[in-house]
């Protein structure tokens, strides 16, 4: 089995930056593609970014291009996503979220994605 544990999250002002990390773990974790999800109160869960398992090949959703960068280091089993100039719009709970046993990224619906963290919460106040 296969555990993410997000860590990061907060309350920052509009135009800050955060640094969201996810920490993978299990028997069978070994550099999947990976992303991140994020929902906001009364939407539906949205993809963000992903990451290729070699972290080679790197997806954003059209709204954070330019903003957010997403990394791995693979010797930590660990993803990151950086976040600048940051907008209320992106206030939400974000999600780790791991493919199994496949290193490259299947796409951008919550259904490509096999693992989950259980989220942690992004506030941006205006």
């Known amino acids: 089995q296969v555990e993410l544990v997000e860590s990061g999250g907060g309350l920052v002002q509009a135009g800050g930056s955060l640094r969201l990390s996810c920490a993978g773990s299990?028997?069978?974790?070994?550099?999947?593609?990976m992303g991140w999800f994020r929902q906001a109160p009364g939407k539906e869960r949205e993809f963000v970014a992903a990451?290729?398992?070699?972290?080679?090949?790197?997806y954003y959703t059209d709204s954070v291009k330019g903003r957010f960068t997403i990394s791995r280091d693979n010797a930590k089993s660990t993803v990151y996503l950086q976040m600048n100039s940051l907008k209320p719009e992106d206030t939400g709970v974000y999600y780790c979220?791991?493919?199994?046993?496949?290193?490259?990224?299947?796409?951008?619906?919550?259904?490509?994605?096999?693992?989950w963290g259980q989220g942690t919460q992004v506030t941006v106040s205006s």
């Open positions: 979220t791991a493919v199994r046993a496949r290193s490259i990224v299947p796409g951008t619906s919550q259904h490509d994605y096999d693992y």
């Open positions: 299990g028997r069978t974790f070994s550099r999947p593609a």
């Open positions: 990451i290729s398992g070699s972290g080679i090949s790197t």
